[in-house]
Nanobody, 124 residues
Framework: QVQLVESGGGLVQAGGSLRLSCVASGRTFSTYSMAWFRQATGKEREFVAAIGWTGTYYADSAKGRFTITRDNAKNTVNLQMNSLKPGDTAVYYC???????????????????WGQGTQVTVSS
């Protein structure tokens, strides 16, 4: 199990950029698949992006605008968000799960560990 702490959220105008970071505790971070989810008010938590053994993969809403990266030496995973839209407004959560396979995980129920979330607000 790892503990996850997100940072980097805030208020930005449409078209702007934000970079979210997630720091993980624990010695097994390199074996984890890591992901970002988001949850807007009144909506279900949805997959945004993940990075695992097969590389990176994204929700259609994030493709071409968001980039997920990780630094195993620093136990961090980042989400660079460009060309933000008001529809991107949500609480963003970092999530992780141990894996030794090439399977892709896009459902919240597939992740064991979660951060507390960071608010991203995009104004029009």
């Amino acid at each position: 199990q790892v503990q996850l702490v997100e940072s980097g959220g805030g208020l930005v105008q449409a078209g702007g950029s934000l970079r979210l970071s997630c720091v993980a505790s624990g010695r097994t971070f390199s074996t984890y698949s890591m992901a970002w989810f988001r949850q807007a008010t009144g909506k279900e938590r949805e997959f945004v992006a993940a990075i695992g053994w097969t590389g990176t993969y994204y929700a259609d809403s994030a493709k071409g605008r968001f980039t997920i990266t990780r630094d195993n030496a620093k136990n961090t995973v980042n989400l660079q968000m460009n060309s933000l839209k008001p529809g991107d407004t949500a609480v963003y959560y970092c999530a992780g799960r141990p894996t030794l396979s090439s399977q892709r995980f896009v459902a919240p129920s597939q992740y064991n560990d979660w951060g507390q979330g960071t608010q991203v607000t995009v104004s029009s």
